[in-house]
């Protein structure tokens, strides 16, 4: 009897053996890691030039008023709300023979290629105020449509692999090869100064409009890419599955899910650090008197990310993704309101008294408050892996895409608020877009306006980082749940597998 008891068991835990087997055997081929780290490289690129310098082109050369601008995006941030619940619905349900999330990679390519396009190309049709604002509105809605659909590609990184260290490698590999792609957007200041001063047939909006179409083609380019050489492998619930479960219960799911509540109000907090982004531009051409100076900054500041990227593996491996947001993001706002109250010109009254010790000082400021940037991109793609393998344990679903849209609503929200108040700054501070006779910008020099931008491009960043460390004080997945959530998941998965090749071979054999 003891022996059959203990044959048993043996049994029993070989089997436990193959169904973790499914979740440590390695998946990804070389060819697939440089698919997804070049469509994440593409889309980053694009991302992060719309970003730096949508709001400074329209308002600088469209000569789009800034009150106008903010309720554009305000009104297209609810737009996108509202469409983002239609598009994470549809994303979630779609079943094809190239998979759920890679139809997406094409489909939705006209839309933002065509509302890129329009962002950054100012038209010398003697537009009138309504003009310039319809044809604004209508280039942001189209861009945001469009966008809306292709982003379901952040998708991939959760259904790529089952292996949860596989998959935090390739997040660690594709944040490391992306701190290229922020070269190609720091070049932009440095060739609209140069280039209009070596040719003057060249203007600087000539030059933001051409890197804006470089830009949209580089990332088109890598999405076809992308879609021809990529798998998704996580089990899905089948369309039978999908229709018993209503969208009000995932919905359910999601709000009673805290890792993701957590997660979502994170990354709510953390999308205030954009209004610093958004006034970037206007702070290295009013505040130092050039827009080279951001480029100059960017060498620098970029430099210890090839640092901190490999660096964050080892935090979140030593420390967990959960303790590592909290450390990163406490850093960042101490960092950004050291910098701020001893500010940008400490070495003069102004920042010309002494350019070059200013301009030293703004950059290692900036530099010691960039290090938990790339530590908050790794941590906080491994939090939202975990926080989405947290549901599917609990409830047995995997829906990313209407994950993806209740974090949108709070981000857009974020959006919608920083949005209006990057562009009613200017407002407030009776900002007027200066322009030479050739038709470029050229830096104004009120104090109250500078002061403006500077408390703009800081205060609001440490915010950003401080609410967003504090979260994760309130977030569980770590020590004995998080491992009791990975055994039991393996055993979910690969039971559903076993399911899925049992109705494979039932098929063929009839």
């Known amino acids: 009897m003891e022996n059959t008891v203990s044959t048993d068991e043996i ?12 979740t440590r055997k390695r998946y990804l081929t070389p060819k697939e890691i440089a698919a997804y780290v070049l469509v994440n490289f593409g889309w980053k690129n694009l991302d992060q030039f719309v970003t730096a310098f949508k709001e400074f082109f329209l308002i600088q050369f469209l000569k789009l008023n800034p009150t106008v601008y903010a309720n554009i995006n305000f009104f297209s941030s609810l737009y996108d709300a509202v469409d983002d619940t ?14 759920r999330i890679r139809p997406y990679f094409i489909l939705p390519l006209p839309l933002w290629l065509i509302g890129g396009y329009m962002m950054f190309t100012a ?18 809605v189209i861009y945001g449509l469009g966008m809306s659909y292709f982003g379901a590609w952040n998708l991939m ?94 919905l359910k799911n999601i709000i009673t899910n805290r890792p993701l509540i957590v997660v979502i109000l994170a990354n709510f907090f953390n999308a205030f650090k954009s209004v610093g982004g958004s006034s970037e531009s206007y702070f290295w051409l009013n505040n130092t ?24 593996a080892k935090m979140v491996k030593k420390w967990g993704a959960r303790t590592t947001s909290i450390i990163a993001g406490f850093f960042g706002f101490f960092a950004y309101m050291t910098l701020y109250f001893i500010g940008y010109h400490p070495f003069g009254d102004s920042f010309a008294d002494n350019k070059i010790l200013n301009l030293a000082w703004v950059i290692l400021g900036l530099t010691i408050c960039g290090l938990p940037n790339k530590i908050l991109n790794v941590s906080g793609q491994i939090v939202t892996a975990e926080a989405l393998d947290y549901m599917e344990w609990k409830h047995g679903l995997r829906n990313e895409a209407l994950v993806t849209t209740v974090q949108g609503y709070f981000t857009k929200l974020a959006t919608s608020v920083t949005g209006w108040l990057s562009g009613m700054v200017l407002t407030w501070i009776n900002y007027i877009p200066l322009t030479d006779q050739l038709g470029n ?15 703009i491009f800081c205060v609001l ?26 055994v039991e998941l393996a055993d979910k998965r690969a039971d559903r597998l076993a399911e899925q090749e049992a109705i494979n071979h039932s098929t063929k054999s009839e």
Do not use: C, H
């Not at 038209?123 to 942001?140: D, Q, Y």
């Not at 480029?295 to 964050?312: A, H, K, Q, R």
């Not at 830096?443 to 931008?453: E, H, R, Y």
């Open 11 to 22: 049994a029993a835990s070989e089997e436990e053996l193959d169904k973790l087997a499914y």
């Open 289 to 312: 008197g050039s827009l080279m100076n951001g480029t100059v900054s960017g060498i620098f500041t970029g430099i210890p990310n090839y640092i901190m990227v490999p660096l964050s």
């Open 157 to 250: 990184i959760y259904n790529i692999t089952p292996n949860t260290n596989e998959r935090d490698n390739l997040i660690t590999i594709t944040k490391f090869f992306e701190l290229f792609g922020t070269w190609i957007p720091s070049l932009v200041p440095v060739m609209v100064t140069l280039l209009p001063k070596i040719n003057k047939s060249i203007s600087m909006q000539g030059v933001y409009s051409g890197f804006a179409r470089f830009m949209l083609i580089l990332a088109a380019f890598f999405a076809v890419f992308g879609f021809f050489n990529m798998r998704e492998r996580v089990p899905l619930m089948s369309r039978a599955e999908m229709k018993e479960t209503s969208a009000l219960e995932s």
């Open 123 to 140: 038209p010398n049709m003697g537009f009138s105020e309504s003009g310039k604002a319809a044809w604004s509105a209508v280039a942001i």
């Open 441 to 455: 910008a050229i830096p104004q020099t009120d104090p109250k306006m500078l002061n403006g931008i500077w408390t």
């Open 86 to 99: 239609i598009s994470g619905l549809i994303i979630d349900r779609t079943r094809t023979r190239w998979g």
């Open 461 to 486: 960043p440490a915010l950003a980082r401080g609410l967003y460390g504090l979260s994760f004080v309130f977030y569980p997945i770590y020590g004995k749940l998080q491992q009791q959530m990975i």
